[in-house]
Each structure stands twice: as C-alpha cells, then as structure tokens.
C-alpha cells in the first residue's frame, strides 16, 4: 500500500465547476499536511498547507480528516488556469521525510 | 530575489559518464533537498541536508553523491550515469513552516 494516495483522474470538469479531491495517508506519525500544484513540466509550487480546523485560501478548501486519515482539497468556480496536477504531500513528525503522493490531474473545460 | 535556482535545464548522458547537478537558494533556508521524479511515482528524495556540513540519504541515495557547500548551495553528483537514473530532478529548500520551495527542475536522460 502506498504511504499516500491519491486517485490520479483526470477529473475533468467545466469552468465554474465545484471540483474535490482527496488524499489518504497510511501513517499515523504524520504531522503536517500539504498540496501542491504542478503545471506540466514545472516545478511543484505549494498550493496551501492544511490545518487541524480545516482552512480557505479564496475559492480553496483544505480539510484534515486525522481519524480517517485524509485530507482533502475543495476548489470553487473552477478556472481554466486551475488545470494542473495536485500533489498531497505529508511530513512524517520529528522528521525531513515528505511523502510525496503521484497527484490528481485536473482538466478544467472551457 | 531568485527562490530556488537549478543548472542545467537539460543533459543528455551516456552511460559511464559522470555530470553534477547545481543547486543554490537565496531564501537564507538551512535545509535543502534533492528530489527525483518519475512517471507513475511521487518524488521521491535522495538526499538531505539540515545544514552546512551535513548531508543524509534520502529514499534512493544509490549512485548519488552530494556536497553542501556553504549555506546556498548543495549539488547533486552522479559518478558513473545508468539509463535508471533517466528523470527529472528538483532541488527544494525548506521555509519556517515547513513549506517547500523548488527549483525549475533538470531534464536528464541517460542513453
């Protein structure tokens, strides 16, 4: 089993659309939680980091599920630049070690 | 204020050959990464570094060698290239919070 998981899509969906996506970690040592986004052929740039309480960053959602073990990202009125790849990433506690999930693609359709 | 910086965008290898990847950050962040990156597969790391000086493999070290040369700059050595090691790798330091910030990345192929 893979340490994180992600369903890797392509979710395609239409501008304006409201669009979620989940993440399941298997180690309970997990202590923070990210996404990235990734454009094609570029850099992983941080997209939000996800807090206990849950939090927004405009039209994005972040929730933790430490219970369940899964965190999740919501996006509002999805735009035509939000088409990237979503990378959920976990730092294990106490230490450097980033797992790294292989990402959700994202199509938003004009 | 250039974040993280990566030479070359691009090589080409043959097997046998031996290139260092360059790395330098000028966020003033102690711990760096390198990361590779494959189809099908999260990145995954193959070296750290906490701080100047020290240096720890990662997930996949075999085949690699790093220096942390001062504080900006940590390189990636691969001594005698092989076709597995064909991917793109990024170099990232670490914020306060534990974000991540990458390089544009190096294209490598080995043939």
């Known amino acids: 089993r893979k340490e994180v998981e992600q369903d890797p899509g392509p979710f395609n969906v239409p501008e304006g659309a409201t669009v979620a996506f989940n993440c399941t970690y298997s180690?309970?040592?997990?202590?923070?939680f990210f996404w990235y986004r990734q454009d094609c052929r570029k850099e992983p740039k941080l997209l939000m980091s996800v807090y206990s309480s849950g939090n927004e960053d405009g039209r994005f959602t972040a929730q933790l599920n430490r219970a369940s073990q899964y965190i999740s990202l919501l996006i509002r009125d999805s735009k035509l630049s939000d088409s990237a790849t979503y990378l959920c990433v976990v730092l294990l506690g106490g230490t450097y070690k980033y797992i790294f999930g292989t990402g959700t693609r994202l199509k938003v359709l004009a | 204020n250039a974040g993280v910086t990566q030479t070359p965008k691009f090589q080409v290898l043959k097997t046998g050959q031996s290139m260092t990847l360059q790395c330098a950050q000028d966020m003033n962040h102690n711990s760096m990464y390198w990361y590779r990156q494959d189809p099908g597969m999260g990145l995954r790391l193959i070296y750290y570094s906490a701080s100047e000086g020290t240096t720890d493999k990662g997930e996949v070290p075999n085949g690699y060698n790093v220096s942390r040369l001062n504080k900006r700059e940590f390189s990636l050595r691969l001594e005698s290239a092989a076709p597995s090691q064909t991917s793109v790798y990024f170099c990232?330091?670490?914020?306060?919070?534990?974000?991540?910030?990458f390089g544009p990345g190096t294209r490598l192929t080995v043939t």
């Open positions: 990232a330091s670490e914020g306060k919070v534990y974000e991540q910030y």
């Open positions: 180690n309970s040592a997990s202590q923070s």
